[in-house]
């Protein structure tokens, strides 16, 4: 019934009905505020389930009285720190867990029940009651395969508003998801809101939209990031802020042309490819830069590592500048790959050491090398076993498996997109293993788990945003939370059939 399918699942016989006045009791020993936010959210959703009053306590239920427990006593101890128990008897609806997250996550598989219950009663489209007497027995034990399960989004290509933000990170929330990956920056538009250099903005989140003289564009301030962090936090999802380094910076060099090699006026660009825009090795104001935007941004995510990018950068530039092509002879480096890797490198320890953050690059640093500080998200095939083959933590966003931008079937790559994208069947996506194939069992710690990506080059709004994730993303939570053992795609389509109706944005 649930999407992540949980770890164990056993329906029993009997029902618990649904009282006139339905309590939900907060059972707690000390004061515990977050259970108050999961209640609430249950409450309305058993409100309009069962038609019923529902009122939330802050006390232990009576004995034989019909109600809803969240409580961290007894919780079983294999749970795990994400884990949780739900258990609906004839009089109890139990939620155990002794954390936030895995009572947060119990709450969720609470609601897609609720849903479950009353699509069986009424499917979706008739004009039956809706109204549930009652839940059916049942046992539910879960945690994740992985701690790492990430979505991550676009904001450069296209800019999505905030409130479509917000909606996206309640749909993730609800599939267990706990990274929204945000690439904040790059050649197409600079979207953070930097106070200490006004122009990342001002200049760099617009452009020529190449119909006459109009913008597009749009960037998120300062305000507007930390409520959707927080927003966010509730919802268990860190939100990873990517800030992509050297390369893909057109939007960045249009509003400081100084911090490129060539110091020439640049433009955001409008186009998709690979690029020029990357920042001069050779200056120190390059440096200087990228620390003051790092404070900021380690200030407006905390407890998040940095995402630095590190991906695509153009071979030949810098060996075509002369203070690149100095420092690098000072350094007495054998090519551009050792500078991007001591370039990084220097970005990463400068990180580490003022804000006590980790970095992460794209699986690209694999080819030149990184300190073991750097998580590394593998893309291209054989960049995540390489990693973590190396003992390097490493997210596995292998494109063939996760990238949603790709069309799902072939009429559709037909109809309307680029050759070089493979086609990405449900299916496929579903069958996705983020432990590398041939990775050795001692270094398998290393995988921290996977993330879909979505790039924006072709997803101009919602719409369109919506047909891209869904319903793969629910494929790919899945392969982040359950058992690789308990994989049946049929009986995921079954399930995917209730929750369909369940996902659609307001
Ligand atoms: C990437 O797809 N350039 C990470
Ligand atoms: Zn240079």
Redesign the pocket.
Known sequence: MIIPKPLVEQIHAGEFAFPDELPVHLAYGKDHGYSYFVADELSQRLRVAAGKFVSIRDSHPEDHTPAVVLTDQNVPEDLGPEGYQLTITPERITLRASSNAGLFYAGQSLIQLLHHQRTQIAPVGSNGSTTLAGLPCIDIRDRPRFPWRGFMLDSARHFQPVEMITRLIDQIAAMKLNRFHWHLTDDQGWRLEILSYPRLTGVGAWRNNGQGSSRYGGYYTQQQVRELVAYAKMRQITIVPEIDIPSHNLAALAAYPEL???GEAREVTGDWGLRDG??????DQTFTFLENVAAEVAALFPGSPIHLGGDERKPG??DS?????G?RKDLELPDESSLQKWFMDKVAAHIRQAHGRRSISWGDIIDYGCSDDFIVQGWVKGQAGKAAAKGIDTINSTNDWVYLDYPQSAQEHAASYPDWMQTLPLEKVYGFDPIPEGLKPQHHKHILGSEANLWTEFVPDEAQLYHQIMPRLYAFSETVWSPVEHRDFTDFENRLEIQRTLIQPK
Do not use: E, K, M, T
Not at 278 to 283: E, N
Not at 321 to 325: D, L, N, S, V, Y
């Open positions: 490129s090699c060539h990357v920042y001069c090795a050779g200056r530039l810098w500048c002369p203070r690149c092509h420092l």
